[in-house]
Nanobody, 125 residues
Framework: QVQLVESGGGLVQAGGSLRLSCAAS????????MGWLRQSPGKEREFVAF????????DYADSVKGRFTISRDDAKNTVYLQMNSLNLEDTAFYYC??????????????????WGQGTQVTVSS
């Protein structure tokens, strides 16, 4: 079983950037497809970004395409989410997620088997 710990969240002005990190332990990260989800108050948890085990394929929610980039460094057992051009709608709690089945990390209702405690991202005007 993998344990995930997110970091890098915080308060940023609209138009700014943040980089989230997700450190994995317990099992080798390379065994998992990885993703980022987010949840805002009063909303369901939603898919943000996804990367395959090989790192060759990525996918993004339409709302973040062209602004966010997911990447992974299996040697460091870490996944990243680079977030640029942040806007107020990006304010949310961000979760790192892992699964052996890629489809569980994507789609309108992602249901990963493992996720971290999350990190808050707040974008101010």
């Amino acid at each position: 079983q993998v344990q995930l710990v997110e970091s890098g969240g915080g308060l940023v002005q609209a138009g700014g950037s943040l980089r989230l990190s997700c450190a994995a332990s317990g099992r080798t990260l390379s065994a998992y497809a990885m993703g980022w989800l987010r949840q805002s108050p009063g909303k369901e948890r939603e898919f943000v970004a996804f990367i395959t085990r090989s790192g060759e394929f990525t996918d993004y929610a339409d709302s973040v395409k062209g602004r966010f980039t997911i990447s992974r460094d299996d040697a460091k057992n870490t996944v990243y989410l680079q977030m640029n051009s942040l806007n107020l709608e990006d304010t949310a709690f961000y979760y790192c997620a892992a699964d052996l089945v890629s489809s569980r990390l994507r789609g309108p209702v992602p249901r990963p088997n493992w996720w971290g405690q999350g990190t808050q991202v707040t974008v101010s005007s």
